[in-house]
């Protein structure tokens, strides 16, 4: 089952995403260590101002996203998925998918044409997977994010609702 997150969930979404962050970490623009460190309310908080998706299974998030809508009106067509991660165990057994085709499909239903997103191009699953759902790479920023020392290119997809 897939839910939209409110603040009652701050705990968990806390844990799995504290988990994505240390088995992912060239998947996210932030770290375990600064994460890690914020307080309970920052949790709260960017759950009660920002739209997130998680994929519940035995009442236990297992994966999750964000969907970011864009405020000002010449662009309130556009939104952009980001922080996908799908718990190692639960990989491969369409979860993933599952997760973006709801999250497509809750754009459109909110009026959103274009649906962006950024991901490693180093990533081949999350790729793949993206592909799949219908997104198409046209762009690459290059050395987007550095990771110990290493720079990684991203790429930019978008998929038309």
């Not at 890690?36 to 999750?64: C, M, R, V």
């Not at 997103?117 to 180093?122: K, M, P, T």
Request: proline letters at 2%; aromatic letters at 14%.
């Amino acid at each position: 089952m897939i839910k939209k997150l409110d603040k009652n969930y701050w705990q968990e979404f806390k844990e799995i995403r504290l988990e994505a962050l240390q088995k992912s970490p060239d998947s996210f623009l932030t770290s375990f260590e600064e994460e890690s460190q914020s307080p309970d309310n920052i949790w709260i908080e960017k759950l009660e101002n920002s739209t997130h998706f998680g994929y519940f299974f035995n009442e236990k998030i297992i994966a999750f996203c964000q969907l970011t809508f864009e405020k000002a009106k010449k662009i309130s067509h556009i939104a952009t998925l980001s922080s996908m991660f799908v718990k190692d165990e639960r990989r491969g057994k369409g979860i993933g998918l599952e997760l973006v085709n709801y999250v497509k499909n809750y754009a459109k239903n909110n009026g959103v044409k274009h649906l962006y997103l950024g991901c490693n191009s180093q990533n081949f699953t999350a790729i793949k997977l993206y592909k799949k759902c219908g997104f198409k790479v046209y762009g690459t920023r290059p050395d987007y994010t550095k990771i110990d020392n290493k720079f990684y290119d991203d790429l930019i997809m978008m998929c038309e609702l």
